[in-house]
């Protein structure tokens, strides 16, 4: 098997899986109880909090362990909205935003608030002047992703934080699930006040993440109950699955500084491989995250070109897996001025650390096949 939709999940590390199998094993008490088989619990999901501070470079207390990329963005999105409304409700993002931060912000306007919606380049970059251009006076949040989950494209954070900063009472917000462990990311950064991060898109499990909550963030929050993760999150831990996602985090950092190089020699050998097909058009910009690549095949179907490929082992996707069987059309490739005709063929390769180029030379190879039959069934 070829896997190449590691933006979507990745496999997960063996390490994670014992680390979570011993955890649930053994130390299977609830943390919140007084007896001290729960202390050996509550010691253990604290020692995690403690370890991903120190792998995130932050405070412990800004850690706030969540189930993943989309439950992380709604406490987020709507902490912030419903905590703050009082002092204003406009809210600005992207276009290009994931479907989690996306539909929060819609959802979010059917409750009265107000959110801009800001362009961006054929790159798929958000103009920071134009950011700054859309700041009000009743303007409570910025929430802006860090890598598109499509394109790949890197949004100006730094930029965009350092402009943040000068305002005392506006909270930036950044999405980097798709960042995290692929392009650095400073969360200690003075303008940055909330970051989500997914233990699935780094080789963790599945129904385990991280927000990150600076301390000058009051949050409202989603769940109410127990008073569980500094009352920002109610519910009985999983502390199987925070050891877990904190074991993928520190393996994740540990590749991050040791295989990047590696992993972006193996996109650019894919990237020129695709260059070379007549039939292909490349809509990543050259400056994207070093694992994903989309492009297009004008006149296909992405439905069809998937399957051809699923049926010699080898899986690519077409764009989020959260939005994957909606209509065809890539709503981040309209944004980005894209035609018709590359909006809704396009197709998405991510990689993974562990991604080879002969992996990448037989995906090719198969392409190249599935084109040629495609148009062979259509002529």
Partial sequence: MIYLDNSATTKPDP????????????????????????????????????QAAELLRVKQEEVVFTSGGTEGNNMAIKGIALQHQQRGKHIITTEIEHPSVFEACKSLESLGFDVTYLPVDQSGV????????????????????????????????????????????????????????????????????LCTMSGHKINGLKGTGILYVDKRTTLFPLFHGGEQERNLRSGTENVAGTVSVVKA??????????????????????LHSLKEIPEVVINTPD?????????????????????????????????????????????????????????????????????TKEEIQQFIEVL????HQFKKVME
């Fill in 15 to 50: 390490g994670v899986l014992t680390s979570f199998e011993q955890i649930s094993s053994h130390y299977f008490a609830n943390p919140s109880s007084i007896h001290p088989f729960g202390g050996e619990a509550e010691k253990l999901l604290n020692m995690a909090k403690k």
């Fill in 368 to 371: 190249k096949q599935a084109i």
């Fill in 126 to 193: 958000v103009s920071v002047l134009d950011v700054k251009a859309a700041i009000r006076k009743d303007t409570i949040l910025i929430s802006v992703m860090h890598v598109n989950n499509e394109l790949g494209s890197i949004q100006p954070i730094k930029e965009i934080a350092d402009l943040v900063a000068t305002y005392p009472k506006l909270f930036f917000h950044v999405d980097d699930v798709q960042g995290l462990g692929k392009v650095p990311l400073t969360l200690s950064h003075s303008g940055i006040n």
């Fill in 287 to 355: 400056n994207a995250a070093p694992h994903i690549v989309n492009f297009s095949v004008p006149g296909t179907k992405p439905e069809v070109m998937i399957h051809i490929l699923a049926e010699k082992d080898i899986y690519i996707s077409t764009k989020s897996a959260c939005s994957s069987k909606q209509s065809d059309e890539s709503r981040i490739l309209v944004a980005c001025g894209f035609p018709r005709d590359r909006a809704i063929s396009a197709l998405r390769v991510s990689l993974s650390y562990e991604t």
């Fill in 249 to 270: 985090l520190r393996l994740i950092k540990e590749k991050e500084a040791t295989k990047l190089a590696n992993l972006s020699r193996v996109r650019e050998f894919l």
